[in-house]
């Protein structure tokens, strides 16, 4: 494990938040829980530097400090393995359920989870048809604006989805974007009387995309379903079909994720 200087302070680098992950990487990677001193003396770092993440870690249930003055991984980082692996078997469902199922084949689907007042991508099964966008695994985009964001965002109560944006407002993508709270809100009412969500061209002019959330076992939203089509195909008909396939496609994922709803 590489060692980090005592006089590291590179602009941006976070010095702290790296020594705290070291810390936590030595912990989990040693066969006996190490003490204090194994600590500083394997990172070779400053007692006091050491001392105080110990304490901030303990405190924050990151690390558990044993009776015998040895340290092991705290309870906190379990609900982090967990929050990974319910995104792994999610991502894993996600791709054999649409190979089950063939009545979306047509659309490019995506599956995103919420971030603050983000989406994020973690999944896209891509259509043939050229939608002069592209998904990509790990991209970020402003909730409000899309299928799988409105989708995830219904699922709150109004005053929940306020409090998210309270700080700013995110930056439009193109002229149809929402641009306020209460126009948000207003989409969202919409959205929980129909049961899907609809994106008309708030990411991309000329795509339309159609949302529907995942919940898991507690009946909480854990992620959104998303199908896009150009515009020119988004008849009413077409809207209704497929956001009525969608939401049933949606409800067998999650099922499958242990929701008995």
């Known amino acids: 494990m590489p060692k980090i200087s005592a006089g590291e302070n590179s602009v941006g680098s976070a010095p702290a938040l790296r020594r705290a992950v070291q810390i936590l990487d030595l912990v989990s990677e040693l066969k006996n829980p190490p003490t204090f001193t194994d600590i500083v003396t394997s990172l070779g770092l400053p007692k006091s530097s050491v001392h105080g993440l110990c304490a901030t870690l303990v405190e924050l249930g990151l690390l558990h400090r044993s009776d015998a003055g040895t340290y092991l991984l705290g309870s906190h980082t379990m609900s982090w393995a967990n929050g990974f692996l319910r995104q792994t078997d999610l991502i894993a469902e996600f791709q054999q359920l649409l190979n089950e199922r063939q009545e979306l084949n047509q659309f490019t689907v995506t599956l995103t989870v919420l971030e603050g007042t983000q989406v994020i991508y973690l999944a896209c099964a891509n259509s043939n048809t050229a939608l002069g966008f592209t998904f990509r695994i790990g991209m970020r985009l402003p909730a409000p604006f899309t299928a799988t964001g409105k989708a995830m965002l219904s699922t709150l109560s109004d005053e929940e989805v306020s409090q998210r944006f309270t700080d700013r407002w995110p930056e439009s993508l193109t ?87």
């Open 175 to 261: 002229p149809h974007s929402v641009t306020t709270r209460s126009a948000l809100l207003a989409e969202l009412a919409t959205t929980r009387q129909r049961g899907f969500s609809i994106d008309n061209g708030q990411i991309r002019d000329g795509m339309l995309c159609i949302g529907a959330p995942v919940y898991d076992f507690s009946g909480k939203a854990i992620a959104g379903l998303a199908v896009s089509m150009l515009e020119i195909e988004a008849t009413t008909e077409a809207i209704d079909l497929t956001g009525s396939a969608l939401m049933d496609i949606s409800q067998s994922l999650s099922a499958r994720m242990g929701n008995q709803d």
